[in-house]
């Protein structure tokens, strides 16, 4: 006899269960890129490029407690940029997993999350780009000191690279505590210090460099990274447009020469009906051993560390979740031979 089959019923049903359980977003950005560096003739010339970005993650609710969920993007494999430059004759692009992740809440205040996830440290892009996306485990935790203030933390077994030999596997140990603070109805205070623990940087070379570290002989890192790392901001919502400033600064304790960095800018305008528009404005410094090169801004500077320079942007929303931006760029070395690369960006983005 012919195996039971479904009645069409029960799959609809189990479809619409299905459906119930799933939720997807994304993205969609083209990007004009114009760079110019100011650098000695024939070494590196100007580029001008148009690129794409693409993002599509999904989430499932498993049960009540847990939640799995994963992305694809476009780009090289790069792990501070998702972009994708038009060339090579037509050729087909590269698309990438950049999550894929599992995370289960044991309480209100706790979530535990395994796999390739969102960064889940507050932080500008002077340490993180924003399109890393960290692999290890997480603990974040939130408790709701008094109606006006949240206390949050969050803590981070990471693993950078595998070496197939136990003493030399690259990890970073990273702890991050601080504050939401609502010091009236129109003003929060955000703060929080974090400490990132760099294990075995120095025992190999890494899969992905940039420059401005101080490097051996082998491209291998001379320094540990032991970074101490505060971040604050300021968010007014007193007038009719919303402002905010916020600061970052970071030291490497571990004893490296030129081991600070800060950023410190402001933003006004936020970006979600019709006719909506912001700007913002802010100046960094990074010298060359404050944090490892490999994961800062891919855009200022090309990359890297052993930079200082401004940025400035303006938004504005065609319709909601519809948006075109214009970024430039001034960026210099901070020490050396002060090599100039300076950008325009004209972005244009589409979520859903």
Partial sequence: APPEQAAPGKTIKRLAELADKLSFSG??????????????????????????????????????????????VTGAGDPTSNWQTF????????????????????????????????????????????????EGLTERLSIRASDDVSLFAN?????????????????????????????????QWVCSTTYYDYSNLSRAAL???????????GNVLRYDFNLFALYTELVSNRWAKPLKFYTE????TSGAPRNEGCKIGGKIGSNETTGDWSAGYAYRLLQANAV?????????HGGGTNTKGHEADVTYSI???????????????????????????AVMTWEF
């Fill in 27 to 72: 993205d969609l950005t083209f990007r004009w890129n114009s760079t110019w560096r100011h650098i000695p003739p024939g070494t590196q010339p100007d580029r001008h490029r148009q690129q794409v970005r693409f993002r599509l993650g999904g989430e499932y609710q498993f049960n009540d407690r847990t939640v799995i969920g994963a992305r694809l």
């Fill in 87 to 134: 060339t090579n004759t037509f050729s087909g692009k590269n698309i990438f997993i950049d999550r894929v992740y599992v995370e289960y809440t044991v309480a209100d205040w706790l979530k535990l999350t395994g796999g390739k996830f969102n960064n889940p440290f507050r932080h500008t892009d002077l340490i993180w780009d924003s399109d890393v996306q960290p």
């Fill in 155 to 187: 803590l981070g077994q990471l693993i950078i690279g595998e070496l197939n030999n136990d003493y030399n596997d690259q990890f970073l140990y990273a702890a991050q505590a601080g504050w939401k603070w609502k010091l009236n109805p129109k003003l």
């Fill in 207 to 217: 899969t992905w460099n940039d420059t401005g570290n101080t490097r051996l002989a």
């Fill in 249 to 252: 600064y970071v030291n490497n």
């Fill in 292 to 300: 490892p090169d490999m994961l800062t801004d891919g855009t200022f």
């Fill in 319 to 345: 319709r909601p979740k519809w948006t075109v931006s214009v970024k430039g760029i001034i960026a210099k070395e901070d020490k050396g031979a002060t090599n100039e690369q300076n950008s325009l960006l």
